[in-house]
């Protein structure tokens, strides 16, 4: 039940903007002070009503949803949870989800405690809208697959690569209803 900049800015970690209510566990059921890569464990986070996008792993798919659909990336995120497990102190998840107005955005993955990602991201536009939500979602679900990215890197440095590429005319073609 923390504030997330709060929280950061004790954990040395300063960023621009970063809002939000973080609560969860975390469980080391295994550690040894003199090996860094010994820590093994699992936990659990969630996030209400949080702005993260300042997080620079999470701002690759920011900036990439506004390039489609300008300010769809910029908006708060409403619920994000996730499960995670530690092996030889590098942080799985398979399920972190983050929930914004508009979309609903994915992360399976593993950040180990050096920084180093390797994750597979995808955003679902439109997929909570209310009661047609699933359905549109699933009509699109070929434009989904313009949001699916290999991120790999550091956490302050994240390099991504879309899975799917679509060539610019036919991705333009595809977007042009989600313009406003």
Do not use: C
Not at 72 to 78: C, D, F, I, T
Not at 101 to 116: A, E, I, K, L, P
Not at 127 to 133: E, N, S, T
Not at 147 to 156: D, Q, S, Y
């Amino acid at each position: 039940n923390s504030y997330l900049s709060t929280l950061m800015a004790n954990v040395g970690y300063q960023t621009n903007r970063l809002e939000g209510n973080l609560s969860g566990y975390l469980n080391v059921s295994h550690a040894n002070s003199d090996d860094p890569l010994s820590w093994q464990g699992s936990g659990t986070l969630q996030l209400t009503n949080g702005w993260i996008w300042d997080f620079p792993v999470f701002g690759t798919v920011s900036k990439m949803l506004n390039t489609f659909v300008p300010g769809l990336g910029n908006n708060r995120a409403k619920k994000a949870s996730a499960e995670y497990s530690i092996t030889n102190s590098v942080i799985y998840t398979r399920d972190l989800d983050i929930r914004a107005t508009g979309m609903r955005v994915h992360f399976n993955g593993t950040v180990g405690f050096d920084q180093t990602l390797d994750a597979r991201v995808e955003a679902e536009l439109l997929r909570d809208l209310p009661a047609l939500g699933f359905v549109v979602s699933k009509v699109f679900w070929p434009v989904t697959k313009l949001f699916v990215l290999k991120v790999t890197g550091t956490w302050n440095q994240p390099q991504t690569e879309p899975l799917y590429i679509i060539p610019n005319l036919v991705s333009k073609i595809v977007i042009l209803p989600f313009r406003p």
